[in-house]
């Protein structure tokens, strides 16, 4: 049996956090966004953590949005990131304790909070199923997981552009945006990893430029440029960056010149498993009938309710 797919350097993808973690707030608008997003959810959930994970959060975005949107749910938050500098400064925004951990190889004892979220960490992550069941196994008896995967028309404009600019100008393509995950893989993986009653639903995110280089420029300021190990390791040629940015434009500016930039985001959400929870009954024992609920009579197998015809 195969191992786990090894398809990002994530040494380059720490390297790539370090050096944007100085001017990361002037970058952050995506995974700002995300982390509002969860800290709603985590707002709908009738009940109150004591002690949660920010996994991989960069600088800690969602203790702030958690703090805004969910006060009160959560008693105390422990910060981690891959990046030093960026759990750094989470700690210094929010005063919550830090760890320095790669996503891959969690560092935490079992059962150890009752929360974990991760906001946008995981398209990143080679082995996801594993890094999930390091993950439930972090979180106590019926404690919840919430995660924001990206999916697969992520960033679906820029892949267009690149893919047809290097055929023309160099006659093939290279590897430049990362595979993203399908919606139908989503609740499998959690099930995968041993998490119960999972739930996979769809978002998306589009925002707009007044030029592709732009958004090639923001990407690059979140620290999410190419970690492919497949990538090209020559420099890009001027002529096929500006090719992309002509055929970008060409393909999808809007009537008012701007080029949008779609993220499509799967929000995860899984339990650890406790005797607690609900469980579907065994078939054939239910007691309630659905031809009762539905006020309808009730026909045997291969018994029709109304005499055929024949309108030949």
Same mark, same amino acid.
């Given at each position: 049996?195969?191992?786990?797919?090894?398809?990002?350097?994530?040494?380059?993808?720490?390297?790539?956090?370090?050096? !944007?973690?100085?001017?990361?707030?002037?970058?952050?608008?995506?995974?700002?966004?995300?982390?509002?997003?969860?800290? %709603?959810?985590?707002?709908?959930?009738?009940?109150?953590?004591?002690?949660?994970?920010?996994?991989?959060?960069?600088?800690?975005?969602?203790?702030?949005?958690?703090?805004?949107?969910?006060?009160?749910?959560?008693?105390?938050?422990?910060?981690?990131?891959?990046?030093?500098?960026?759990?750094?400064?989470?700690?210094?925004?929010?005063?919550?304790?830090?760890?320095?951990?790669?996503? %891959?190889?969690?560092?935490? +004892?079992?059962?150890?909070?009752?929360? !974990?979220? *991760? $906001?946008?960490?995981?398209?990143? !992550?080679?082995?996801? /199923?594993?890094?999930?069941?390091?993950?439930?196994?972090?979180?106590?008896?019926?404690?919840?997981?919430? &995660?924001?995967?990206?999916?697969?028309?992520?960033?679906?404009?820029?892949?267009?552009?690149?893919?047809?600019? %290097?055929?023309?100008?160099?006659?093939?393509?290279?590897?430049?945006?990362? /595979?993203?995950?399908?919606?139908?893989?989503?609740?499998?993986?959690?099930?995968? &990893?041993?998490?119960?009653?999972?739930?996979?639903?769809?978002? +998306?995110?589009?925002?707009?430029? @007044?030029?592709?280089?732009?958004?090639?420029?923001?990407?690059?300021?979140?620290?999410?440029?190419?970690?492919?190990?497949?990538?090209?390791?020559?420099?890009?040629?001027?002529?096929?960056?500006?090719?992309?940015?002509?055929?970008?434009?060409?393909?999808?500016?809007? #009537?008012?010149?701007? !080029?949008?930039?779609?993220?499509?985001?799967?929000?995860?959400?899984?339990? *650890?498993?406790?005797?607690?929870?609900?469980?579907?009954?065994?078939?054939? *024992? $239910?007691?309630?009938?659905?031809?009762? #609920?539905?006020?309808?009579?009730?026909?045997? #197998?291969?018994? $029709?309710?109304? /005499? $055929?015809? @024949?309108?030949?």
């Amino acid at each position: 049996m195969s191992g786990p797919a090894d398809i990002f350097d994530r040494t380059l993808l720490r390297r790539r956090r370090a050096r !944007v973690a100085g001017n990361y707030p002037a970058h952050d608008f995506l995974f700002r966004e995300i982390a509002e997003r969860l800290a %709603e959810r985590t707002a709908d959930v009738r009940r109150t953590f004591e002690r949660a994970l920010d996994w991989g959060g960069r600088d800690g975005a969602f203790a702030d949005a958690a703090e805004r949107i969910a006060p009160g749910k959560i008693a105390s938050i422990v910060h981690s990131d891959m990046s030093i500098d960026l759990a750094r400064d989470g700690r210094t925004r929010h005063g919550n304790p830090a760890v320095v951990a790669d996503e %891959e190889a969690i560092p935490f +004892t079992d059962d150890s909070f009752d929360l !974990v979220v *991760s $906001a946008g960490a995981l398209h990143a !992550v080679n082995d996801v /199923p594993g890094a999930l069941a390091q993950i439930r196994r972090a979180l106590r008896p019926d404690g919840l997981f919430l &995660a924001a995967l990206m999916g697969g028309a992520t960033l679906q404009e820029l892949r267009t552009a690149w893919l047809a600019a %290097e055929a023309e100008i160099e006659g093939g393509a290279s590897p430049r945006v990362a /595979p993203f995950a399908e919606l139908s893989d989503a609740a499998a993986l959690l099930q995968r &990893a041993g998490f119960a009653l999972p739930v996979a639903d769809l978002d +998306t995110i589009c925002v707009t430029y @007044d030029h592709p280089l732009k958004l090639m420029h923001e990407l690059r300021g979140m620290g999410e440029t190419n970690i492919r190990r497949d990538r090209r390791r020559t420099p890009t040629r001027r002529e096929t960056l500006f090719r992309a940015a002509e055929i970008y434009t060409e393909r999808f500016a809007g #009537a008012d010149g701007r !080029v949008p930039a779609t993220f499509e985001l799967f929000f995860l959400t899984g339990w *650890s498993p406790d005797a607690s929870q609900p469980r579907p009954l065994r078939p054939g *024992s $239910a007691a309630t009938r659905l031809a009762d #609920a539905l006020e309808t009579a009730e026909h045997t #197998a291969g018994e $029709a309710a109304h /005499p $055929a015809t @024949d309108d030949r």
